[in-house]
């Protein structure tokens, strides 16, 4: 990661949150959030109906995220081409989108936008309601890497391998909840 980019943590059992600095204009990063094929460039895409009680759709497409040939590992390959969709509980253009996750059962994540200069913005992803450290790993290896990809692709930087960021993302979640 860049060094002029602040990356903040906190990892429980309960929660998650990251904070990042992204080197883009507020309205650029909103776009990556809710423009299906931007998003789908660092997270995953999908039909979006941007308002309150809308849609935020999910499609696995891991493969796609890293510039080199990439194979997803074969715990995550049973979910390629995986779609669904979750419930869009908050949205504040171009500063707030806050949705479901597993339509709840897995809680709720918040993603809040802040302008701090003309061509930077911080990011703050927090997932709340997590059901314990398995959560905690999972999500926090998967939210680790995805805002690392993110990172990267509004700077212009390639993406050689997703799924060594998310190895990275996941050994700092284990080492975060002690698993």
């Not at 939210?143 to 993302?169: I, P, Y």
């Amino acid at each position: 990661m860049a060094e002029d980019t602040l990356v903040a943590d906190t990892i429980t059992p309960q929660m998650l949150r990251f904070e990042r600095d992204l080197a883009a204009p507020i309205e650029t990063v909103w776009q990556y959030l809710v423009d299906p094929e931007l998003r789908a460039r660092w997270f995953m895409g999908g039909p979006t109906d941007p308002c309150v009680g809308g849609k935020l759709g999910m499609t696995f497409a891991h493969q796609n995220l890293s510039d080199g040939d990439v194979p997803n590992p074969e715990r995550y390959a049973k979910n390629q081409g995986k779609s669904w969709s979750e419930d869009i509980l908050q949205i504040e253009p171009p500063h707030l989108l806050a949705f479901t996750w597993d339509n709840g059962e897995a809680g709720e994540v918040k993603i809040e936008l802040f302008a701090f200069a003309p061509d930077r913005t911080r990011l703050v992803l927090t997932h709340s309601r997590l059901r314990g450290a398995a959560d905690a790993r999972s999500f926090g290896g998967g939210w680790g890497a995805h805002l690392e990809v993110l990172q990267k692709r509004l700077a212009g930087e390639r993406v050689e391998n997703f799924w060594d960021l998310h190895a990275e993302a996941e050994k700092r979640a284990i080492d975060a909840v002690g698993l």
